[in-house]
């Protein structure tokens, strides 16, 4: 059983910082692919970026720039350092291990004044 904890949300102000980590436990986690993914309220979830196997990243436009992606293979946790946050980035952000086969709980991250 593979498990995904997200943590590191919460509120800031607009151009404030936060950095969300997940932990996946119950595989082997440097061979997968994770990614992030936000849903807004009302919205469609969507992917914001992915951080392979060995490291490389990629983004969406919306986050290019302000977010940046990592992982920690020893300690079985990726990260997502974001920057410049704005309220329309106001959304449960959650992580995913293996493209989509595994997800977490999600963490709520508020932009506002």
């Known amino acids: 059983q593979v498990h995904l904890v997200e943590s590191g949300g919460g509120q800031v102000q607009p151009g404030g910082s936060l950095r969300l980590s997940c932990i996946v436990s119950g595989s082997i986690f440097n061979i997968y692919t994770m990614g992030w993914y936000r849903q807004a309220p009302g919205k469609q979830r969507e992917w914001v970026a992915t951080i392979t196997s060995n490291g490389n990243t990629n983004y969406a436009n919306f986050v290019k720039g302000r977010f940046t992606g990592s992982r920690d293979n020893a300690k079985n946790t990726v990260y997502l350092q974001m920057n410049s946050l704005k309220p329309e980035d106001t959304a449960v952000y959650y992580c995913?291990?293996?493209?989509?086969?595994?997800w977490g709980q999600g963490t709520q991250v508020t932009v506002s004044a």
């Open positions: 995913s291990a293996s493209r989509g086969t595994y």
